[in-house]
């Protein structure tokens, strides 16, 4: 059985920082594409960053500079850091992984706020 776990979402001031893990079981982030999605109210859910399983990265322009993705093999486990945050930020993350089917975790709440 596939789960994805997201964890690290807080309430956050503009400029701030912070690191969203993603915890996987039965399913590797390794070998398999992998993404951070975002959808704030009234949107639809935005890809924000994305992995090749031999590391090639994409991000949104939104979040280019700012955002970085990463992953551990042993721990396997994705994670999403988040720097220089912005009110347009504030989003429920989600993350992803494509293994011939799309995989999403929960969601983790990032608000961005003063």
């Known amino acids: 059985q596939v789960r994805l776990v997201e964890s690290g979402g807080a309430l956050v001031q503009p400029g701030g920082s912070l690191r969203l893990s993603c915890a996987a079981s039965?399913?590797?982030?390794?070998?398999?594409?992998i993404g951070w999605y975002r959808q704030a109210p009234g949107k639809e859910r935005e890809l924000v960053a994305g992995?090749?399983?031999?590391?090639?990265?994409r991000y949104a322009e939104s979040v280019k500079g700012r955002f970085t993705i990463s992953r551990d093999h042993y721990k396997n486990t994705m994670y999403l850091q988040m720097n220089s945050l912005k009110p347009e930020d504030t989003a429920v993350y989600y993350c992803?992984?494509?293994?011939?089917?799309?995989?999403r975790g929960q969601g983790t709440q990032v608000t961005v706020s003063s």
């Open positions: 992803g992984i494509n293994a011939g089917h799309n995989y």
């Open positions: 992995m090749t399983p031999p590391g090639d990265t």
């Open positions: 039965g399913i590797l982030v390794r070998g398999n594409t």
